[in-house]
Structures are given as C-alpha cells and as structure tokens.
C-alpha cells in the first residue's frame, strides 16, 4: 500500500508554501498548484461516482494516484481551456454576472454561450499572426504587416444555442418577416430567442404559441444581454445597427444585419435568403468586419478634475458639437492628447468613426474610409475658413473639445443624432476609441462589402463611359 493522500494534508502543504512565499514568488506558485487543484478535484468526482456504483477497489495511495496519467493531462487541459494560455478566458460561464467555475452547476442549471476565435487572413490564405505582432524587429530591420489587407474570420468553436432579433418598428414587411424568422429559428435550429419587449407583445397578439420568446424588463436585465445572447441579427437599415450597437455598453456579439431600410452601408444581407444566410452563419467560419465605436465623456466646468465626468455615451458613427438653435458661430478649442489642433469658429465639429465616414461626415465634406482602417475623423462642418480641411487621426489619441469662456453662446452634442446635451462655456466633451467593437458579418469580406456599399447606396462615380469615336493619340 501507498502513503494515504488526505485532502486537508494537501490545504496544510499548500498553505505553508504560500505563507512562505515572497511576493514576486505567488504567481508562479498560483501557476503551479492550480492544475494540481484541479487534478485532486477530479480524482476525487471519480472516486465518489465509483463509490455511489459500488465499482471502487479503495486503492486511495499515491501510487494509484499517479498512475493516472490521463487524468493530470485532463486537468491540464482545462486548466488551459479555462484560463487560455495568456491567461485570457477563452469562454465564461456567467450567471448574473458572475463567473462560476463548479462543472456540475454548469451542466445542470447555468447556460454556456457559445465560444469562438477569431483568425486574420491575407489573400485567401488563413493567418495566426495576431494583431499585436503587426511591427516586428528582427537584426535591426523594422518591418511591418500590410494590416490593412488582412480580413478577419469568426469560426464557432461551440455551437450557437442563442440569437437576439431587433427589429425597425411600425413596418408590416418586418414584422411578417420577423415572426417568420422566429419560428424557422426555434423549429429547425432550436434556438432559444430574445426580442425587443414591444416586439414581445407584438408576436403574442400574433399568436399565443410565441410564448416562447424571451425578453427582458429592464436597464439592468439589458447590462447582462451580452452573457447570455451568441448571436444578433437585426432587421432594418443602418439606424436598427446603430440600436443594437447602442444596447450593449461593453462586449457585443458579432451581428448579422439584415437590409430593409431606406440606405444601408452596414446590411449586406438580403432578407429574400435570410434561411440560407443564417445557416452559413450558424455553420460558420465567416467573416467580419470589426466596427469600432467612440468612447465619449461631458466633464461640466464644475468638476473637480477629468475622472468627474458624466456616465461615458459610446457612438458607432459620430459624435457631433453644433450650435444648436444659437445664431452665433461656435467657438470651440480642440486638443489632441496634450497637443493643440485647432479653434472651430463654424456651424460645429464632427467626430467620426470610420464606419461613420458615409454618414454626417461625408454630407460635410469628409473622406469615405474603408471600416477597419483605424482612425478618427475630424470633420468641420461650414468652418468659416477657406482653409480648412478634414483630418483623419490615429486610433490610438484621446481627443478634448472645450467651449472657451468667452464663447458667445452653448453649444450642443448629440451621440449618433440622438441623445442632445447642451455644453456651456467651460465644459467640454473628451473622446477616445472604446476597447469593445461592433462585429458585424460580412456577405463576401470586408472590403467588397464596402465597395458594393457606396456604389450601390451612392452610386460612387457613375457616370456615362467616354465614347471610343473621336480624336486620338497618333
């Protein structure tokens, strides 16, 4: 017989290397004894689930205990499955916002979303290198990826069992189109669904067999959307986008937008082939487009320092400072980090995420840039100059614009066109890329998704081809 193992000997063993430790040792100690934790939890299910069938020999030495090699490699992988190997979570299991780590609560009562990776690839070849190994230094030569040319994959690595549909309200083609969709969702793939609460009622005035539908009640059921839906689909235009982007404050799930607005730059997808779309969606791997948002603070003149702002106001397309129903021009001083750009005296200022370029911002002059090139738009709208021009900044400056003292009136900002808030002399608003994008679907990729947008949404350069009759060169 082996040395008896006792789980309390190991908790006393345990505790004296940790109260022995020094602090630049707890880390690899936590390291090291992690998987070993693991590893006596599930020799212990496995020894009581023998015991409960009656099958243990009541062999508890460590001889048994280490010839088991099986089981150390499983408590390795999910040591790893768990923590990643950065120390990332490649999936959480949450419940009201908490994560719990107890496999049989998560196999009886809580729900695991849906897992997945994200892959770059470069001209129709797949690629692991991840976008912070974009610059390398190698024998004294600096050398950098084209990361503009790199598309990005989503490949599911647990299958989706949840999908949100926000819809366009007051159209009867999308509520059709809708109770449609649901149905087909929940009988052929078996997916639990949540809708809008007034989209709710309106599938159970259909009929009462949508008793299935889930929403939710309130704000703060909303701040937990994002643990609990795999999938977003929205039926609409581009505003229905910028609704699903504006319920989620943080992580957002990669969202499919169905076309069925006016003008859509962000919905690729036709709803005619909504069944065949979602299924290549569902099988996966497809490809997105990484919208980034903008991350916006009003800090009031009475403040006492920058960190006494008001609740942060995300944006997808832009935020914008005018001068509201004032007939004086706005005056407002611009700062990038700690740099100072610029004075606007004009109708106001658009700052603009590169998804946003096709919207305010190209009405006032600014360029259209591709959606995943990184960057801030700074837009003036009417300046009273004739020089100056749209600016494109890096994704990486926080960007401050205050109202002087000595401005003649208020200024206005409003976030995506709604949301109007009125900044006096002394306030200013400071803006800055958000950590957690919008990943939206694409139909083909990024870029031809792009193109097709503007030529199809703004008939970008369309114009008669020149006649091959008439002079030519000799």
């Known amino acids: 017989m082996g040395i008896p193992i006792s789980g309390d000997g190991i908790c006393t063993k345990l505790q004296s290397w940790w109260t022995q430790a020094s602090p630049d040792n707890a880390m690899g100690i936590i390291k090291l004894i992690f998987p070993c934790i693991l590893c006596w939890e599930i020799w212990k299910e496995q020894n009581r689930r023998e015991l409960s069938s009656g099958e243990h020999n009541g062999d508890y030495s460590a001889e048994n205990l280490t010839n088991q090699p099986m089981m150390c490699n499983e408590a390795r992988k999910q040591s790893e499955r768990c923590c990643g190997k950065h120390g990332i979570f490649s999936h959480e299991v949450l419940h009201n916002g908490e994560i719990d780590s107890d496999t049989e609560m998560v196999n009886n009562k809580f729900m695991r979303k849906a897992s997945f990776k994200l892959s770059w690839w470069c001209k129709g070849e797949k690629s692991d290198q991840h976008k912070h190994d974009i610059v390398s230094f190698e024998r004294g030569n600096i050398t950098t990826a084209e990361r503009s040319s790199k598309q990005i994959s989503l490949k599911w690595e647990s299958h989706p069992q949840t999908v949100l549909i926000l819809t366009k309200p007051n159209s009867t083609s999308v509520r059709i189109l809708c109770a449609d969709m649901v149905r087909w969702l929940r009988e052929q793939k078996?997916?639990?669904?949540?809708?809008?609460?007034?989209?709710?009622?309106?599938?159970?005035?259909?009929?009462?067999?949508?008793?299935?539908?889930?929403?939710?009640?309130?704000?703060?059921?909303?701040?937990?959307?994002h643990t609990n839906v795999d999938l977003v689909v929205t039926l609409g235009g581009d505003g229905t986008v910028l609704w699903a982007a504006s319920l989620f404050k943080g992580p957002i799930p990669p969202v499919v937008p169905f076309s069925l607005g006016s003008l859509g730059f962000m919905t690729p997808f036709h709803s005619e082939q909504y069944r065949e779309c979602l299924d290549s969606i569902l099988r996966g791997p497809f490809s997105i487009t990484l919208r980034h948002r903008l991350q916006c603070h009003v800090i009031r003149d009475a403040a006492k320092s920058e960190y006494e702002s008001e609740e942060p106001i995300l944006v997808l397309n832009e935020v914008t400072i005018d001068r509201g129903i004032s007939s004086f021009l706005t005056n407002l001083e611009c700062y990038s980090d700690s740099s100072f750009v610029t004075c606007v005296q004009g109708d106001g200022l658009i700052l603009s995420t590169t998804s946003g370029s096709t919207a305010y911002s190209l009405a006032a002059g600014g360029s259209m840039v591709h959606p995943q090139v990184p960057g801030i738009l700074f837009t003036p709208i009417c300046p009273h100059s004739l020089s100056f021009r749209p600016l494109i900044l890096p994704e990486h400056v926080t960007l401050r614009v205050q109202v002087p003292f000595n401005s003649r009136g208020h200024a206005w900002a409003s976030f995506d066109g709604k949301d109007r808030k009125q900044l006096a002399p002394g306030d200013a608003l400071v803006v800055s890329m958000a950590p957690c994008p919008v990943p939206t679907a694409c139909q083909v990729d990024s870029t031809s998704d792009f193109l097709r947008s503007i030529h199809e949404g703004l008939h970008w350069n369309l114009r008669k081809t020149q006649s091959f009759e008439g002079p030519r060169d000799l």
Do not use: A, G, H, Y
């Open 190 to 225: 078996k997916m639990e669904i949540f809708v809008e609460p007034r989209v709710k009622v309106e599938l159970m005035t259909e009929s009462p067999n949508f008793d299935f539908v889930q929403t939710w009640k309130d704000d703060k059921e909303t701040l937990l959307l």
